[in-house]
């Protein structure tokens, strides 16, 4: 068995110590608990959807080196103080002198595993990673990691999965977007949020409805189930500039059952046991393993109508 932690909480945009402290808190409850891998969502360090408003300058000015920058640093002293994995997401400044979506996995040992985002569309001033991110771990199984958009193409979740991941840290900025298509998701109105002390039924009815979870279960679980590991799904929650995250942290098992999952309307921490003995059992698993790659050549082939991230998220 390992004990994995999925959080949820309403980050403060640009304020990186309150954002740290707020992490600092669940490690804190994570560790009581022992827990052994604890996962943060997406740009939870830095903020997100004010980031698109931003110029160069100012998102430079909020990117840090990873691993030497100091909310990195952060992370790995919490790793090695509470024996815990932790990941958590911020912008990178890389030595390329790009800024990029990346998400740090410190490990009790003092290591970080970085993986950058593949489909970054939340500003024209960031750029997208190029590689998939799986790696070893003590407690002798492999994590992988894909950020929000990267976990809507199958292709990404399947290449983790041949590549050896047996969990997928999956974290977030998700939930009360403006999609753009019609049976998508849409906003949620804020006013819902602002009241959710009053009312809170008609919050948590709209992060349960088909803007947040509805929409999460038509196709979260089959990344699980499909490719026969565990995910550990974590968003933020709350207001996010202009719209509303949903929150639903959530850990799935690779036969696409919810293991542990909340819709409170705040800062929340969800909790499970992963069996690892489930893995190769698993259908996914199984059926991977009677693949014939050779008639997938066309899925790597370009089309000739791909678009940016940007574009397609956008347009």
Same mark, same amino acid.
């Given at each position: 068995?390992?004990?994995?932690?999925?959080?949820? *909480?309403? !980050?403060?945009?640009?304020?990186?110590?309150?954002?740290?402290?707020?992490?600092?808190?669940?490690?804190?409850? $994570?560790?009581?608990?022992? %827990?052994?891998? /604890?996962?943060?969502?997406?740009?939870?360090?830095?903020?997100?959807?004010?980031?698109?408003?931003?110029?160069?300058? !100012?998102?430079?000015? #909020?990117?840090?080196?990873?691993?030497?920058?100091?909310?990195?640093?952060?992370?790995?002293?919490?790793?090695?103080? !509470?024996?815990?994995?932790?990941?958590?997401? +911020?912008?990178?400044?890389?030595?390329?002198?790009?800024?990029?979506?990346?998400?740090?996995?410190?490990?009790?040992?003092?290591?970080?595993?970085?993986?950058?985002?593949?489909?970054? *569309?939340?500003?024209?001033? #960031?750029?997208? =990673?190029?590689?998939?991110?799986? *790696?070893?771990?003590?407690? &002798?199984?492999?994590?992988?990691?894909? /950020?929000?958009?990267?976990?809507?193409?199958?292709?990404? %979740?399947?290449?983790?999965?041949?590549?050896?991941?047996?969990? +997928?840290?999956?974290?977030?900025?998700?939930?009360?977007?403006? @999609?753009?298509?019609? !049976?998508?998701?849409?906003?949620?109105?804020?006013?819902?949020?602002?009241?959710?002390?009053?009312?809170?039924?008609?919050?948590?009815?709209?992060?349960?409805?088909?803007?947040?979870?509805?929409?999460? #279960?038509?196709?979260?679980?089959?990344?699980?189930?499909?490719?026969?590991? *565990?995910?550990?799904?974590?968003? =933020?929650? =709350?207001?996010?500039?202009?719209?509303?995250?949903?929150?639903? $942290?959530?850990?799935?098992?690779?036969? =696409?059952?919810?293991?542990?999952?909340?819709?409170?309307? &705040?800062?929340? #921490?969800?909790?499970?046991?992963?069996?690892?003995? +489930?893995?190769?059992?698993? @259908?996914?698993?199984?059926?991977?393993?009677?693949?014939?790659?050779?008639?997938?050549?066309? /899925?790597?082939?370009?089309?000739?109508?791909?678009?940016?991230?940007?574009?397609?998220?956008?347009?």
């Amino acid at each position: 068995m390992i004990k994995v932690a999925s959080v949820q *909480f309403n !980050h403060s945009p640009g304020d990186k110590e309150a954002n740290l402290e707020t992490i600092r808190k669940f490690c804190e409850e $994570a560790a009581r608990e022992e %827990v052994e891998i /604890i996962v943060f969502p997406e740009m939870c360090i830095t903020g997100y959807w004010h980031v698109r408003n931003l110029d160069r300058a !100012h998102i430079e000015a #909020m990117a840090e080196a990873v691993p030497s920058g100091p909310s990195t640093q952060v992370l790995v002293q919490l790793a090695e103080h !509470h024996q815990l994995i932790v990941g958590a997401g +911020l912008i990178e400044l890389g030595d390329d002198g790009r800024s990029y979506n990346s998400y740090a996995v410190a490990m009790p040992d003092g290591q970080v595993h970085c993986h950058r985002k593949l489909h970054t *569309f939340i500003s024209e001033h #960031m750029a997208s =990673g190029d590689r998939y991110t799986v *790696f070893e771990t003590h407690l &002798g199984y492999k994590l992988g990691v894909l /950020i929000c958009y990267d976990n809507n193409l199958i292709e990404n %979740v399947r290449v983790t999965a041949l590549k050896g991941a047996d969990i +997928l840290l999956a974290p977030h900025q998700t939930g009360g977007c403006d @999609s753009g298509s019609p !049976h998508g998701m849409k906003r949620i109105d804020t006013k819902l949020w602002e009241n959710r002390d009053s009312n809170p039924e008609a919050i948590e009815e709209a992060l349960k409805g088909p803007n947040g979870r509805a929409w999460l #279960m038509r196709w979260l679980p089959s990344r699980a189930h499909d490719n026969g590991l *565990f995910i550990i799904y974590s968003n =933020g929650v =709350g207001i996010d500039d202009n719209e509303v995250r949903t929150g639903n $942290a959530m850990v799935i098992d690779p036969y =696409g059952r919810i293991l542990a999952e909340t819709w409170k309307a &705040g800062d929340d #921490m969800v909790i499970a046991e992963l069996d690892t003995e +489930l893995l190769e059992t698993s @259908s996914g698993r199984r059926w991977m393993r009677g693949r014939r790659p050779e008639l997938y050549r066309d /899925i790597a082939k370009t089309s000739g109508d791909e678009i940016s991230a940007r574009e397609a998220r956008f347009t």
